[in-house]
T-cell receptor
Framework: DTAVSQTPKYLVTQMGNDKSIKCEQNLGHDTMYWYKQDSKKFLKIMFS???????INETVPNRFSPKSPDKAHLNLHINSLELGDSAVYFC?????????????FGQGTRLTVV | DQQVKQNSPSLSVQEGRISILNCDYT??????FLWYKKYPAEGPTFLISISSIKDKNEDGRFTVFLNKSAKHLSLHIVPSQPGDSAVYFC???????????FGKGTRLHILP
């Protein structure tokens, strides 16, 4: 039973398209994140949501818009995809309020923009 | 600006020996440090952590050492096993403020 699941696992699309990556966690955590691992293997935080509220937005282009319909979901929508958006995107969740936990990561979504 | 640095991109260690992975950080506000392990095509998984009030934390074969004055931490794996071959990410956060900063990772190869 997967704790943090992302779909799709692989995504190949053309420049200029709009795409979404979905993330769901069944751990009851109150905080969810999106991280980007670029070609240099850097894992950089993009966004953080706590109880559906945006907490962290790390100088990510406006083309990236996270949406959290509820505490268990944090989706990432990307408009007008560019070649430089090609990367592996990881969703993660953790409990910050109450009994804190470490972050649990999804398996990643490899996005390739051609 | 890299706040968490792992200067060795890869490391090869003989099976049964000790693996030592190093990490340096620049932000003195960090007060919690973590190591994550990552296999190919999988997400990082939490391995071990240490609070800044401690200088050592041990969990089975894994021990993390923290030297606050040097802003340096290390992960020791002993004895190293084939299944330990993976990429290891050092990470840090300050005041549990929701943001975990990762290093670039070190790829560990355990040789038979």
């Amino acid at each position: 039973d997967t704790a943090v699941s992302q779909t799709p696992k692989y995504l190949v699309t053309q420049m200029g398209n709009d795409k979404s990556i979905k993330c769901e966690q069944n751990l009851g955590h109150d905080t969810m994140y999106w991280y980007k691992q670029d070609s240099k293997k850097f894992l950089k935080i993009m966004f953080s949501y706590n109880n559906k509220e945006l907490i962290i937005n790390e100088t990510v282009p406006n083309r990236f818009s996270p949406k959290s319909p509820d505490k268990a979901h944090l989706n990432l929508h990307i408009n007008s995809l560019e070649l430089g958006d090609s990367a592996v995107y990881f969703c993660a969740s953790r409990m910050v309020g109450g009994v804190e936990t470490e972050a649990f990561f999804g398996q990643g979504t490899r996005l390739t923009v051609v | 600006d890299q706040q968490v640095k792992q200067n060795s991109p890869s490391l090869s260690v003989q099976e049964g020996r000790i693996s030592i992975l190093n990490c340096d950080y620049t932000n003195s506000m960090f007060d919690y440090f973590l190591w994550y392990k990552k296999y190919p095509a999988e997400g990082p998984t939490f391995l071990i952590s240490i609070s800044s009030i401690k200088d050592k934390n041990e969990d089975g074969r894994f021990t993390v050492f923290l030297n606050k004055s040097a802003k340096h931490l290390s992960l020791h794996i002993v004895p190293s096993q084939p299944g330990d071959s993976a990429v290891y990410f050092c990470a840090a956060e300050g005041n549990r403020d929701d943001k975990i900063i990762f290093g670039k990772g070190t790829r560990l190869h355990i040789l038979p």
